[in-house]
């Protein structure tokens, strides 16, 4: 009950909007409690044929609890709905902040399908702790408090026998539907996450799915999740059904106990024969009212669930933590520095840097090579701030990054991701991403530099034109040239290029490099690269292998060395002296 009560309290600030939806759903209460102890007193009346005046008061109490009620539900939903929404808002804010906090390499913990689920579907069900839980219990036990009250001046045996009924109807039926739920619920809010995530992962990889022939068994694997829920739920269902039993149950058994109470009663002289109807059906008001309540217990588990993986979202640990006041920054030029830095990717992962030093001045062209998992791209995370470092500084102008906002160092570095990812919208718009501000000037200019403005404008909506999911109206080439143009317009006087090349072929990432090395002369720039060809410029050239620097220096002082780096690089042109041959 820790994330319900952690889920409850972001109804802080809107208790005020909360106890109104309470106290309306009392009002609704007492008025159709009111309206069915005066409707039998008035049938019971008028069944003795009295003088119509002496009805008068009866009528009228009768229409004003009916046209009560009905005013008083409606501002109840709308004052609970509307305080139910603006809570679900604040959490989905909360959790959208964690999330991006989380980003990058916070995220793969989650499944990006699984993610989508908790972001939406969870906090969703959250709603029902504000409307289906909370309130109608409340109004339960302030409804069932005031009939047995009255029925104890009128038949106290009465009054027992709707006391015993309502702690069956409103204690132990919740309690039996809660119990039977407990599993179909936790299995239910697994299954969604498992059945989106599927779905999603099938989705984004139908092209590789289709073309391999797996797209087969991953419809069966998503036909085994939805039967896995389709089951969870159908339990669920039955659960609420032996709720809904019992409460119907005990309705009749208290409405026959209080029938014979009353006829005991009325021939003893204790009640007035024209009260047996009121003290019959007057319960049936107050069962009426916890009769939710048992769906309450089911909805009860169901938000447990859903706060338990919000929560989840809500506690995972940050790659990067931001201070709480940060430092300013200086103005540039920048210098950045990494004094002994070791990284992992998450707690129980062993280091994918290891006591790594590096000096950036202004203007300093660094490449960083090395087999795969060599810890070139963690290198990249540390300094653009996606990755904590574990041990070691990391110094921007000399000031620890740690205490400067990870926006403001972001805002000097830019970064050019392995897969850069391209929106599903307009080349214009992918543009704006990197300066919201930008004018079409600005764009056709950036996008003249990253040598694709003449495609563009062979397009029949220019900058409008839309790119498709992915960027799948693009060639590869065209998505890699977009993002360069995207970094260009950013103008960061920092940029650091993971793997530039990649998904291009050997002549034509080669050509992409010279053009990017040539348009970012001048600037303090880190090439993060797994082929080698084309660094001969370079002011220097690390190579990782298994996170630590096995060598360092100048292209031509590494091929003196005729280490790690001259042998692949020997192997690399013999390869390509071969393909080129064949």
Not at 8 to 32: K, S
Not at 37 to 57: E, G, Q
Not at 348 to 374: F, I, M, N, Q, T
Not at 566 to 576: G, N
Request: hydrophobic fraction near 50%; glycine fraction near 10%.
């Amino acid at each position: 009950m820790n994330a319900v009560a952690r889920v409850l309290r972001f109804a802080r600030p809107l208790a005020g909007r909360l106890l109104g939806a309470v106290l309306l759903g009392v009002a609704t209460a007492a008025m159709g409690i009111g309206l069915m102890a005066t409707s039998a007193y008035l049938i019971s009346r008028a069944s003795l044929r009295p003088p119509i005046l002496t009805l008068t008061v009866a009528i009228v109490a009768v229409r004003a609890f009916g046209i009560g009620r009905g005013v008083s539900r409606y501002l109840e939903r709308l004052v609970g709905h509307d305080a139910a929404f603006r809570v679900l808002v604040e959490i989905r804010a909360r959790v959208y902040e964690r999330l991006e906090a989380l980003a990058p390499a916070g995220l793969p913990a989650f499944r990006s399908g699984d993610l989508l689920a908790r972001l939406v579907g969870d906090v969703e069900t959250l709603q029902e702790l504000y409307l289906r839980v909370v309130p109608p219990a409340a109004v339960a036990a302030v409804a069932g408090l005031g009939v047995v009250g009255g029925l104890l001046g009128l038949v106290p045996e009465a009054a027992l026998a709707t006391a015993l009924g309502l702690v069956v109807a409103g204690a132990l039926a919740p309690a039996l539907t809660g119990r039977l739920t407990r599993r179909s619920e936790r299995r239910l809010a697994a299954a969604r996450g498992e059945l989106t995530a599927r779905t999603v992962e099938l989705l984004e990889g139908a092209a590789e799915l289709s073309a391999l022939g797996a797209a087969e068994e991953r419809l069966a694997r998503i036909a085994a999740c939805g039967e896995e829920l389709r089951r969870a739920e159908r339990r669920a269902a039955a659960a609420a059904g032996v709720g809904a039993a019992t409460t119907a149950l005990a309705t009749g058994l208290t409405v026959l106990a209080c029938l014979a109470a009353g006829t005991v009663a009325v021939r003893a002289g204790r009640l007035d024969g024209v009260l047996l109807a009121l003290v019959v059906l007057t319960p049936l008001a107050a069962f009426e009212v916890a009769a939710p309540l048992p769906m309450a217990a089911q909805q009860l588990r169901r938000v447990r669930e859903a706060a338990h993986r919000v929560t989840a979202v809500l506690d995972a640990p940050v790659p990067v933590a931001e201070p709480s006041e940060p430092a300013p920054l200086p103005s540039g030029p920048h210098h950045l520095e990494l004094r002994g830095v070791s990284a992992r990717w998450s707690p129980d992962d062993p280091l994918a840097l290891e006591d790594l030093c590096l000096d950036l001045p202004p203007g300093r062209r660094v490449a960083v090579v090395g087999p795969s998992g060599a810890g070139k791209s963690t290198l990249a995370a540390v300094l653009v701030r996606f990755l904590e470092p574990s041990a070691g500084r990391y110094l921007v102008d000399g000031i620890d990054a740690k205490s400067l906002a990870s926006g403001e160092v972001r805002r000097v570095i830019g970064l050019m991701e392995q897969r850069p990812h391209v929106f599903d919208t307009s080349l214009e718009e992918n543009l704006r991403i990197a300066r919201p501000g930008a004018t079409a000037t600005e764009m056709r200019e950036a996008l003249a530099r990253a040598g694709l403005l003449a495609w563009v404008e062979t397009l029949p909506q220019g900058l409008r034109t839309m790119v498709g999911e992915h960027g799948a109206r693009l060639s590869g080439g065209e998505r890699r040239r977009l993002a360069l143009a995207r970094l260009l317009l950013a103008d960061p006087p920092v940029l650091v290029l993971d793997e530039p090349r990649e998904h291009l072929d050997v002549a034509g990432g080669d050509a992409f490099l010279r053009e990017l090395l040539a348009l970012t002369r001048g600037r303090t720039l880190v090439l993060v690269t797994h082929r080698l060809a084309g660094l001969e410029g370079m002011d220097e050239i690390l190579v990782l292998q298994a996170g630590r620097v096995r060598e360092r220096g100048t292209h031509a002082e590494l091929l003196a060395q005729g280490g790690w780096y001259a042998r692949a690089l020997q192997r690399e042109r013999e390869l390509e002296a071969l393909l080129a041959a064949g």
